[in-house]
């Protein structure tokens, strides 16, 4: 292997790298966010069963406002973290087939995972289309939220 070669090599195992580290960045912040809304929704369940009590009280209504803004800035910020993550990641596969295509030994391709769709952890083909969907499920999740805590924001404003 020429010098040429050693390098698409390198370049081929940081992309690979990257690609890993950054699906794991993908689930890691998932859960953060997940559980962060998760308390989010519980505190306004408990300002909930306070406000059914005491439907009078407007600092009930105010803070259920607050953390509903707050939920809603949340799921956004979410939202976008979620999307650049999987451009990102999206971009990493795409320099690792590039690559991929450019590293021949004795004019022979010597690897072809990401060309084949293969899962480097499991070596198993993974079609695109799931991949994806599960990436659009939870970007879906966190709009979804984001749309119930503003509507709850609206309903808390109004009474």
Not at 9 to 19: G, P, Q, T, V, Y
Request: hydrophobic share 50%.
């Amino acid at each position: 292997m020429d010098g040429k070669e050693e390098l698409l090599l390198e370049e081929w195992k940081l992309a690979s790298e990257l690609h890993r580290h950054e699906d794991s960045l993908t689930w890691q912040k998932f859960n953060y966010y997940i559980t962060l809304n998760g308390i989010l929704l519980s505190v306004l369940c408990v300002v909930w069963s306070d406000f059914a009590v005491n439907p009078n009280n407007p600092n009930l209504r105010l803070v259920s406002a607050v953390i509903c803004a707050f939920g809603a800035l949340v799921s956004l910020v979410w939202f976008a973290m979620h999307k650049r993550g999987q451009l990102y990641q999206h971009y990493r596969i795409a320099q690792a087939k590039e690559i991929e295509k450019d590293l021949k030994i004795d004019g022979e391709q010597v690897l072809d995972l990401y060309a084949k769709g293969l899962n480097e952890q499991r070596l198993i083909s993974i079609p695109r289309v799931f991949r994806c969907s599960i990436q659009n499920l939870v970007s879906c999740l966190a709009l979804a939220l984001m749309i119930v805590y503003s509507g709850l924001f609206i309903v808390f404003l109004a009474l």
